[in-house]
């Protein structure tokens, strides 16, 4: 399975909202990072590639939510999310992790892990088969570091750009 962490969970969602409505780009545009109708493309056909399931962890699907809060100021627009990401999850699996795995992990209890990052690690250790794709190389940097298998974003869009212009 594909572990998404709480950017590419937003980018899904919210890309899938935008593109049907047609004139809410803005919303793709999150504090960090500037996402854009192409992004939700790219990674929308990587992820057609794969006959697999996507999975994230109710600490992904609570920083997904504050995302949410923090960039969707229209109520009405903010149901309408909710709505397709209900739609959406018989295609979106969640991991129970349960809250012990983080209290024997030294990095989380050390604060070298952050939640987001320990929920990702863990999980994908506990479970063994999944991959992590996420937007942040620190994210990225770290799970690669405990032997995760993780794909970073900008290698799937860096390729589809590149198979653009060859």
């Known amino acids: ?16 909202f935008v593109t049907k409505q047609n004139n809410k780009e803005a919303y793709l545009f999150l504090k960090e990072i500037k996402f854009n109708l192409d992004d939700f493309k790219y990674i929308v056909q990587f992820l057609r590639g794969f006959k697999t399931n996507l999975f994230i962890t109710p600490h992904i699907f609570t920083k997904f939510i504050h995302l949410l809060w923090d960039n969707i100021s229209d109520t009405k627009d903010y149901e309408e999310i909710i709505k397709i990401f209900n739609e959406t999850s018989e ?3 969640e991991k129970h992790l349960d809250k012990k795995y983080f209290f024997e992990e030294e990095n989380f209890k050390n604060k070298k892990w952050d939640i987001i990052n320990s929920a990702l690690i863990l999980t994908s250790k506990n479970y063994k088969h999944n991959v992590i794709l996420t937007c942040r190389w ?8 405990c032997g995760c298998l993780v794909i970073h974003y900008a290698n799937i869009k860096s390729a589809y750009i590149t198979n653009y212009f060859n």
Do not use: P, R
Not at 1 to 16: K, P, S
Not at 138 to 145: E, W, Y
């Open 91 to 93: 295609f979106i699996q």
């Open 138 to 145: 620190k994210t990225n940097n770290i799970c690669d570091k």
């Open 1 to 16: 399975g594909i572990l998404l962490d709480e950017e590419m969970l937003y980018l899904l969602i919210v890309g899938d």
